[in-house]
């Protein structure tokens, strides 16, 4: 039983374990893969699943692809592929496996997708919009935008199998073949003054595309945009040709475009007034031409102008020197005119700056003008009224126009004639010009010598050397080989003034104003002679007469002062300076002359050696004592000495002396200040005692005065008091009398009368700033302290 029970249940264990390996639950996406012994199954869900006990299983998730999603499956057992595209859910074959899981392609419209087949080798493009999924054999592709164009765009597209290239224009979206790459541009948009110019990089060929105009490029065409040159009326353009050198001129109004060969050189035309020119030379020919205003000038293909010249106006004065370059030949153009320069013309000219145009001379009445031909040497003169022109060749002898020599009554002028050497005076009132070959001599025009009786003239004839004083009154103009070498005048010699002149012999001769002195055969009043001057004397000067540059010509014989200073020691070796007076004359001049040359120098130098042998006799003491004794003395012994030298000192006087030495000098001062001291303070104490006197008796005087005035205030106070005591009286006996009747007593009456002065004085107290103090019987006051009753 035991055994039997054991067996059912191990069959049942059994049973529930085969159970248990063979069933298999599945949910909607799981997918059992069975394994068996020789294959491999699969079982999609969802459901209870029965399975061999002896196999292996495998749960496996369901693939789910959502819309874009795709997968490639590759059976290992056959060795196929294939694609599943979403949405769905994918279970797996027995022996597929997932090659690839992915999402497809979107494209939108302008998108592509380049695809290429594995087995065929073939290449496909497709264009959205979609979304796109590979095939079996297509592997997956690369997806790329479309080339959007505007009107004014294109994609050049070129085979890359072929080599084929073509232009897909605008608008639009280019999408390329299989085989085809594109690169985009942009049109050229030309306007109506633009162009292209297009070269064909297969053929080599070259064009011109003008606007307006959007041009698009061929397969193998390049451009290079450019802008045509806009001509105005006055603009021009030289075109060149490359190829063939030709040159032609395009003129305006117009919109020039080159050629595809040309290029072009834009220019303005030269605009001409009625006074402007150009030189043109044709730099094939070489020859030049002359183009005159007024006109607007275009050049021809070779033609190259000058800078554009101003025509010279000359005026009715105005001239100009000209030149052919070509033939040598010289000219002048005079005015009134308007000069073009031909292009072999030249004006002469002094310089960069220098127009070449000249004035002509105008000449007045009273001018000239002297020209000079530089290649003859021909001097000619034109006189005024007149304009003159110069011959090419002539030039101006001086530097200008010449007025005439207006010679006045009281002129002349020397002119010499230098062909022949001749000199000539024209005196006048005259007019001169001068001839070809004339000169001016001496600076020009001279004033003629008034000769009077105050005036005479010195003059040398050139041909015989010899002076001769003109003293006849006359107006005197020298002849034409004299010269005036001075004009002299009088000479006045006042009673005390002397003159000395020495003649061509060398004498001296002695002229006096005086009367006395003056020989009989001596005028007052002379002229110098030819060959006489006057002799001057050259004296010191200074207080020490230490220079001696003072001339002397005319000798003062008036007595006259001379100041001096000089050094001196004295006994007790003290020097000093002397500082003094001479009061001397001159009463022997030509003794004076003949003795010596500097009478105010010896004069001086005496009296310094005199001093110096008196002061060194004295101490300085002494010298103070005797100072008036020893100049005296000095005077007095020098009288032959000045007698000597035909002078006479009157007075020798010394007014100052000091020491040199500056520390003597000090002491000296000291001792003069003391002595100056004490004889101020002398002066000083009378003065103060006289002051003091005057002061005492002013004092007496106004004590007499003060007692006088205390007798008469004493006599008035008196009186006052005598009159304010019975003014009182006669109130009290009032006030007294008048209570009689209604105050008997007469003590009670003076108390009210007590009463009524107190009061009075407080009145009086109260206006001012006292303070009044009462005792207590004053105001009858008692003072009680009270004690409280004790209870």
């Not at 050696?609 to 012994?637: G, P, R």
Request: aromatic letters at 8%; glycine letters at 8%.
């Amino acid at each position: 039983m035991i055994a039997l029970l054991a067996s059912f249940v191990f069959i049942l264990a059994a049973l529930f374990y085969f159970l248990r390996r063979s069933m298999r639950f599945l949910a909607k996406d799981e997918q059992l893969r069975v394994e068996g012994l020789t294959d491999v199954s699969v079982i999609n869900g969802p459901g209870l699943k029965l399975i061999s006990p002896f196999a292996s299983s495998e749960k496996v998730k369901a693939e789910t692809l959502g819309t874009l999603d795709f997968v490639r499956l590759r059976d290992s057992a056959e060795g196929t592929e294939r694609i599943e595209r979403g949405p769905k859910q994918l279970f797996l074959g027995p022996y597929e496996k997932v090659e690839h899981l992915d999402q497809g392609i979107s494209l939108s419209s302008t998108d592509y997708v380049l695809v290429e087949n594995k087995l065929t080798g073939e290449n496909k493009v497709v264009i959205g919009p979609c979304v796109w999924f590979p095939e079996t054999a297509e592997e997956e592709g690369r997806k790329g935008a479309g080339i959007s164009m505007s009107n004014n765009q294109y994609v050049l597209v070129e085979d890359t199998l072929s080599g084929k290239t073509k232009v897909e224009r605008g608008p639009g979206v280019w999408f390329p073949g299989p085989m085809e790459k594109g690169s985009k541009g942009t049109a050229m948009s030309l306007s109506s003054t633009e162009y292209v110019l297009i070269t064909d990089k297969e053929s080599g060929e070259k064009r011109v595309e003008k606007g307006p105009c959007v041009w698009f490029p061929g397969p193998f065409e390049e451009g290079e945009k450019g802008f045509g040159k806009s001509l105005g009326n006055t603009d021009y353009v030289i075109v060149e040709n490359k190829v063939s050198g030709e040159r032609r001129v395009e003129k305006g109004p117009c919109v020039w475009f080159p050629g595809p060969e040309e290029a072009g050189q834009q220019g303005c035309a030269t605009s001409l007034s009625n006074r402007e020119y150009i030189i043109v030379e044709d730099k094939l020919t070489g020859e030049q031409s002359m183009v005159k205003g007024p006109c607007v000038w275009f050049p021809k293909p070779y033609d190259e102008p000058s800078a554009v010249n101003r025509a010279l106006a000359l005026q009715d004065d105005e001239y100009i020197k000209l030149k052919d370059l070509a033939t040598g030949r010289r000219w002048v153009q005079k005015g009134k005119a308007l000069v073009f320069l031909e292009p072999t013309w030249k004006v002469e000219t002094l310089g960069q700056r220098d127009t070449g145009i000249k004035k002509a001379w105008v000449l007045k009445v009273n001018e000239y003008v002297r020209l000079i031909d530089n290649v003859t040497g021909k001097v000619t003169s034109h006189r005024g009224e007149a304009t003159v022109f110069p011959e090419p060749d002539e030039e101006l002898l001086d530097a200008d126009k010449l007025p005439a020599l207006d010679l006045k009554v009281n002129e002349y002028v020397k002119i010499l004639d230098q062909a022949t050497g001749e000199i000539r005076v024209v005196a006048g009132a005259n007019q001169v010009y001068l001839g070809p070959h004339e000169k001016v001599l001496d600076g020009g025009k001279q004033k003629a010598i008034e000769v009077d009786d105050e005036h005479a003239v010195l003059v040398r004839n050139k041909s015989t050397g010899q002076l001769h004083l003109v003293t006849d009154n006359q107006l005197f103009v020298p002849g034409p080989h004299e010269s005036i070498e001075e004009v002299r005048e009088l000479i006045r010699l006042a009673d005390h003034e002397a003159l000395i002149i020495k003649d061509k012999d060398g004498n001296f001769k002695f002229y006096f104003g005086s009367e006395e002195k003056r020989g009989a055969d001596q005028a007052r009043s002379f002229f110098l002679p030819p060959y006489a001057e006057t002799v001057k004397l050259c004296w010191s000067r200074g207080r020490r007469r230490e220079k001696r540059d003072l001339f002397i010509e005319r000798f003062d014989c008036r007595a006259q002062y001379m100041s001096f200073e000089f050094n001196c020691r004295t006994k007790d070796n003290v020097e000093l300076i002397l500082e003094g007076t001479f009061f001397w004359e001159v009463v022997d001049l030509p003794l004076m002359v003949a003795t010596t040359g500097d009478t105010p120098g010896d004069i001086c130098a005496r009296a310094r050696s005199q001093f110096i042998k008196h002061v060194a006799q004295a101490n300085l003491k002494e010298f103070m004592d005797d100072l008036n004794a020893l100049s005296q003395q000095v005077y007095k012994e020098d009288l032959p000495f000045y007698e000597s030298r035909g002078v006479k000192v009157h007075s020798l006087e010394v007014t100052s002396y000091q020491c040199a030495n500056s520390c003597t000098s000090e002491v000296l001062q000291q001792i003069i200040q003391e002595t100056t001291n004490r004889m101020n303070r002398i002066s000083q104490a009378e003065s103060e005692n006289e002051v003091n006197l005057f002061r005492m008796q002013g004092q007496i005087e106004q004590e007499k005065l003060n007692g006088q005035l205390l007798g008469i205030q004493h006599e008035h106070s008196q009186a006052e008091a005598k009159v304010n005591g019975a003014a009182d009286a006669d109130r009290i006996t009032a006030f007294i009398n008048g209570l009689e009747e209604s105050v008997p007593k007469l003590e009670d009456r003076i108390a009210m009368w007590q009463t009524l002065r107190k009061t009075d004085a407080l009145s009086v107290v109260s206006q001012g700033g006292a303070s009044l103090y009462y005792t207590p019987n004053d105001v009858d006051l008692s003072i009680e302290t009270k004690r409280a009753a004790s209870s």
